[in-house]
């Protein structure tokens, strides 16, 4: 499956953004989707995932209660809306597809996709 992530940039702390992925090359809905961010000198981390339905989702603990993942399967995208952002959230974002119906997770990406920055100023 090819991913292609957009809606990166730069934004004040405490400000938003929405990223979004769209797929192509396979079903988009036989599979989960997740979110994936690496800040410079750190491994890549898991953010948040969701199954194939949308029914079940997964977080990280440092963005609960501020970002959402969702997707539309008609429109083969994934999103994740990103609220009170935080300098800490500065890093490169990944969108995900996983290898099974259910919410992608590190050992189960099957695909990556090309990454886009989020910058967070203080």
């Known amino acids: 499956v090819q991913l292609q992530a957009s809606g990166g940039g730069l934004v004040q702390a405490g400000g938003s953004l929405r990223l979004s992925c769209t797929a192509s090359?396979?079903?988009?809905?036989?599979?989960?989707m997740g979110w994936f961010r690496q800040a410079p000198g750190k491994e890549r981390e898991f953010v948040a995932g969701?199954?194939?339905?949308?029914?079940?989702?997964y977080y990280t603990d440092s963005v609960k209660g501020r970002f959402t993942i969702g997707r539309d399967n008609a429109k083969n995208t994934v999103y994740l809306q990103m609220n009170s952002l935080k300098p800490e959230d500065t890093a490169v974002y990944y969108c995900?597809?996983?290898?099974?119906?259910?919410?992608?997770?590190?050992?189960?990406?099957?695909?990556w996709g090309q990454g886009t920055q989020v910058t967070v100023s203080s």
């Open positions: 995900a597809a996983g290898r099974t119906t259910l919410v992608v997770t590190t050992a189960t990406v099957g695909s």
């Open positions: 090359g396979r079903t988009f809905n036989n599979y989960g």
């Open positions: 969701i199954n194939w339905s949308g029914g079940d989702t």
